[in-house]
């Protein structure tokens, strides 16, 4: 059975910093690509970024472009966003998916139960 | 104002038929698979369906997807009280290299 628990939430100041933590099981996790999604309060679904299988590539939204890095370690079977320079509107519940092949284009077939992260001062 | 556009509400009663429309343009839905996710507050969104009409085990059959051209859309029959949720079109984008999502369309269950 696949699941991924996410963690790493909490309250951060404005320009603060946090890393999330996803770890992974019930796959061969080096196989599949990964991504985070956010839901901030009130609004909709927004994909934040995605890593192919085996690490290399990796694809940001526009709104974190530059502030957010997105890594795995598959000897741990763990997913990370290293979030900086955070800013109210990156308050939101933080998901992580596993996808369906190695490739980012393909369905975010399971997904976590999400992990809180508040920006505020 | 997201890439794909879906009505923000939708209803029905016990028993009906409902259809959550989802549009977008060819970089997107044009030239991928489509996703529709079911999300409840506070849970993990749910795959509903994939790769424009294929249900994962455990999704019952009056979930049903369709996509013509640059459209797509999330039918429900024998809507249950269940259904209620807020539900999700999204696929790739070819041309800006990211996951783009539908708004969200709240379905409420009369």
């Known amino acids: 059975e696949v699941q991924l628990l996410e963690s790493g939430g909490g309250l951060v100041q404005p320009g603060g910093s946090l890393r999330l933590s996803c770890a992974a099981s019930g796959f061969t996790f080096s196989n599949y690509a990964l991504s985070w999604v956010r839901q901030a309060p009130g609004k909709g679904l927004e994909w934040v970024s995605a890593i192919i299988g085996s690490g290399g590539s990796t694809y940001y939204a526009d709104s974190v472009k530059g502030r957010f890095t997105i890594s795995r370690d598959d000897s741990k079977n763990l997913l990370y966003l290293q979030m900086n320079s955070l800013r109210v509107d990156d308050t939101a519940i933080y998901y992580c998916a596993k996808q369906t092949g190695t490739t980012v284009k393909y369905s975010l077939h399971y997904w976590g139960q999400g992990t809180l992260v508040t920006v505020s001062s | 104002q997201s890439v794909l556009t879906q009505p923000p509400s939708a209803s029905g009663t016990p028993g009906q038929r409902v259809t959550i429309s989802c549009s977008g343009s060819?970089?997107?839905?044009?030239?991928?698979?489509v996703y529709w996710y079911q999300h409840l507050p506070g849970t993990a969104p749910k795959l509903l369906i994939y790769n424009n009409n294929q249900r994962p085990s455990g999704v019952p059959d009056r979930f049903s997807g369709s996509k013509s051209g640059t459209s797509t859309s999330l039918a429900i029959s024998g809507l249950r009280s269940e259904d209620e949720a807020d539900y999700y079109c999204?696929?790739?984008?070819?041309?800006?290299?990211?996951?783009?999502f539908g708004g969200g369309t709240k379905l409420t269950v009369l």
């Open positions: 999204a696929t790739w984008d070819d041309s800006l290299s990211v996951w783009v």
């Open positions: 060819s970089s997107n839905i044009g030239s991928n698979y």
